[in-house]
């Protein structure tokens, strides 16, 4: 069974960092492409990054480009968001969510979400 | 930045068919998936390359995707089909949601 597991979320003020962990289980990790989705409070989903399953590709949002990393360590099966210099604008829900291919075209199991707010 | 185009909001009664539109430019050139997503739940993946069903989903989930419109499809919509509808794509290495539908069952 596919599970992900997030965590990391918190409270943070504007300008602070905070990095987000996704725990993979029950599929080969490493084959698969990886992204990381956010849902402000009341709003709809908004992609945040991706990173592929063959070649280690990362891909950003604008709105996050220069601020955000993310990376995979496919030997804990782990997928992680560094998330620095944040703002207001970044409060969200922030889902892991895996992808059906090396490629991260769409996604077939999302975690339960970590709850980032960044607040003064 | 490529854009996808959703209504807000479609009503359906109970036992009839629901059809959500998606568009986007030339959006029948790419893969459109789509996702349900219930009050305090994730999202779930319905429909992916436009009109494939992950294992588990109901028959009465369909789509389509043609022109510059993709269009899911929910033949005898029930109850617990309410949620919200949103429509995804690929493009320029970016990936793209639709803001979303509301689907009401009344």
């Known amino acids: 069974e596919v599970q992900l597991l997030e965590s990391g979320g918190g409270l943070v003020q504007p300008g602070g960092s905070l990095r987000l962990s996704c725990a993979a289980s029950?599929?080969?990790?490493?084959?698969?492409?990886m992204t990381w989705v956010r849902q402000a409070p009341g709003k709809g989903l908004e992609w945040v990054s991706s990173?592929?399953?063959?070649?280690?590709?990362?891909y950003y949002a604008d709105s996050v480009k220069g601020r955000f990393t993310i990376s995979r360590d496919n030997s804990k099966n782990t997928l992680y968001l560094q998330m620095n210099s944040l703002r207001a604008e970044d409060t969200a829900v922030y889902y892991c969510?895996?992808?059906?291919?090396?490629?991260?075209?769409?996604?077939?199991?999302w975690g339960q979400g970590t709850l980032v707010t960044v607040s003064s | 930045s490529y854009e996808l185009s959703q209504p807000p909001s479609v009503s359906v009664s109970p036992g009839q068919t629901a059809s959500i539109t998606c568009s986007g430019n030339?959006?029948?050139?790419?893969?459109v998936c789509w996702y349900q997503q219930k009050p305090g739940q994730s999202p779930v993946l319905v429909i992916y390359?436009?009109?494939k069903r992950p294992s588990g989903i109901p028959e009465r989930f369909s789509g389509s995707n043609s022109g510059n419109t993709a269009t899911l499809t929910i033949s005898g919509t029930q109850a617990m089909d309410e949620a919200d509808y949103y429509c995804?794509?690929?493009?320029?290495?970016?990936?793209?949601f639709g803001g979303g539908t509301k689907l009401t069952v009344l």
């Open positions: 969510a895996k992808s059906g291919s090396p490629r991260p075209y769409s996604f077939d199991y």
């Open positions: 029950g599929f080969t990790f490493s084959n698969y492409a």
């Open positions: 990173i592929s399953g063959s070649d280690d590709s990362t």
């Open positions: 030339k959006l029948g050139n790419k893969y």
């Open positions: 390359q436009d009109n």
């Open positions: 995804q794509a690929w493009d320029s290495s970016t990936v793209v």
